[in-house]
């Protein structure tokens, strides 16, 4: 694990005493409506947790062990989560869509001394019990029934929320696997309300705030950003299992906040529905997750008035930057770093390069994880001496101090010695008449090593074909950087999290130049 300094301030750390000291004189608050208009008050939610935790307990976890949960969106599951950190149990959630092979790696990588998952699975689950050595098995279903509410029905409501210090585990997470072996992320209790106090103070949110929630909970983005700034500030929220625009439609008329990924509103503005009108009780459109194009951004401020919030972070990093709440939101940045956030951009050698080169996006922070689980050495090959993490990501740095995410790393293509990063060759393509969407990536090519390919998603109808593309490229790119082909197609290929799985597109395309 990394080497962090532990601060024996005595400060408690446990981030669900903090959301109870938020709605200590408003325990009757309802804080979560189901779409269907089932109401949870803060206080029904906190017993709910506290049975599931004491209930828990008595099965034998304890603070450490890791809780892994595959279960659909619901308001136990909002408990559940409480309920491991309440008893310092360290939650682990997983996609309800990941299937047996990949369930059988995330079990045996985290060691759950128990695993909670919807009923239709548990034969599922079970099957892999014998090798994974876990040792309870409770079933909850989307509709909150199961053999963890039934179990939990004979314990106390109340429950001793344990303290917790700076370092103490709260959560692990793995890396959304678009690249590699997923790793799993250890975040703590000191990282989620270090950043989450940050998000609230830096977004506005307050107890009047009214937040649509329709992001996945095994995600960081609603797990963390959208549940814990909704939590902290005493607000509320409107808990939707599911994106589907016309729903989001009609539900935004009583909301105040929306955060998302770029494609729920590209969905939004395809909804002729979709007007300034929907979006009066709006304070606040956040986006993130997945880069927001700067057409999306325009169009929406041209629909609804409303200039899209883009913020930047990851799942090992929390959140680490964003436009700010009041001053410029500048399209195609994630705006400066987040307050107690250090951001810096560097070259191949780690040596700090200065504003408006491109180079490694590196964050230092209380926000930081805490190391990859079992990885010691994975984890000190991604930190730098001074205790810098190494996103991965390249970025840039403007005068301002806005940050512009230019492309992973991983996703660089080198092309005849020199770099072309995807980013800068997209935002090119897009902007050709005809272009919906592309992907640029690199493919082996026999004289280049790598040679640079746009994958596109045309407008309905359009003309527009390879060599018009490749000819206006030829006119405003460098040599080195026009793609060598480019190829159609109806749509690219994304994960949950709305990112373009690349690794798809370089698979599919492995012999396009050879
Ligand atoms: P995850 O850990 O699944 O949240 O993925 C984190 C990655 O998503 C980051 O390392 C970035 O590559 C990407 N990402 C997140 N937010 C943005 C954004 N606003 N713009 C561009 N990329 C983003």
């Not at 800068?424 to 690199?442: H, Q, T």
């Amino acid at each position: 694990m990394k080497n962090r300094a532990h601060r024996t301030s005595g400060k408690n750390f446990n981030l669900y005493s903090h959301f109870a000291d938020s709605f200590a004189k408003t325990r009757d608050k309802v804080v979560l409506t189901t779409v269907r208009g089932q109401e949870y008050s803060f206080d029904r939610i906190d017993k709910l947790s506290g049975r599931f935790a004491n209930y828990m307990a008595a099965l034998g976890v304890v603070p450490g062990d890791r809780v892994t949960v595959q279960v659909q969106k619901s308001a136990e599951n909002l408990a559940l989560y409480f309920a491991c950190l309440r008893a310092g149990f360290v939650f682990h959630p997983l996609n309800p869509g990941y299937k047996k092979a990949e369930l059988e790696y995330f079990v045996g990588n985290a060691e759950p001394a128990l695993i909670v998952c919807d009923g239709d699975k548990e034969k599922q689950i079970t099957s892999i019990e014998a090798d994974a050595g876990f040792r309870h098995v409770l079933t909850l279903n989307a509709d909150g029934s199961g053999t963890l509410a039934d179990g939990a029905l004979a314990a106390s409501d109340e429950f001793d929320t344990l303290l917790r210090g700076e370092d103490d585990l709260a959560a692990l997470l793995y890396s959304s696997g678009t690249t590699g072996v997923p790793k799993g992320i250890l975040l703590t209790h000191g990282n989620l309300l270090a950043n989450t106090e940050a998000l609230v103070k830096a977004w506005g949110f307050n107890a009047n705030d009214h937040l649509l929630h329709v992001l996945p909970m095994f995600h960081a983005h609603g797990l963390f950003v959208a549940v814990g700034c909704t939590m902290l500030s005493g607000a509320s929220m409107r808990w939707l299992a599911t994106y589907d625009a016309k729903t989001v439609i009609s539900f935004l008329r009583e909301c105040s906040v929306l955060m998302g990924v770029p494609t729920y509103y590209t969905r939004l503005l395809a909804e002729p529905s979709f007007t300034a009108d929907v979006c009066s009780t709006v304070r606040l459109f956040i986006s993130g997750s997945a880069p927001l194009r700067e057409e999306t951004f325009v169009e929406f401020e041209e629909r609804t008035g409303h200039r899209i919030l883009e913020r930047y972070g990851m799942t090992e990093t929390n959140m680490t930057t964003s436009n700010p709440l009041e001053g410029e939101r500048k399209p195609g940045t994630v705006g400066p770093a987040l307050p107690g956030v250090e951001v810096r951009i560097t070259d191949d050698d780690g040596e700090v390069l200065p504003a408006g080169e491109v180079g490694h996006l590196q964050v230092r922070g209380a926000n930081v994880f805490a190391g990859y689980w079992s990885m010691p050495e994975k984890t000190a090959e991604d930190f730098t001496v001074d205790g810098f993490f190494k996103t991965g990501d390249m970025g840039q740095i403007d005068a301002d101090g806005y940050i512009a995410i230019v492309g992973r790393n991983k996703d660089l293509v080198i092309s005849g010695g020199l770099n072309v990063y995807p980013k800068e060759i997209e935002l090119f393509v897009d902007k050709l008449p005809g272009v919906r969407e592309s992907a640029v990536i690199g493919v082996p090519h026999a004289d280049f090593g790598e040679g640079v390919v746009a994958v596109v998603v045309t407008e309905d109808g359009s003309l527009t074909d390879e060599q018009s593309i490749l000819q206006t490229c030829r006119q405003g790119l460098a040599n080195f950087k026009v793609p060598k082909r480019v190829v159609f197609v109806d749509e690219l290929p994304r994960n949950t999290m709305a990112k373009v799985e690349k690794s798809k597109l370089r698979d599919l395309y492995r012999e396009l130049l050879s």
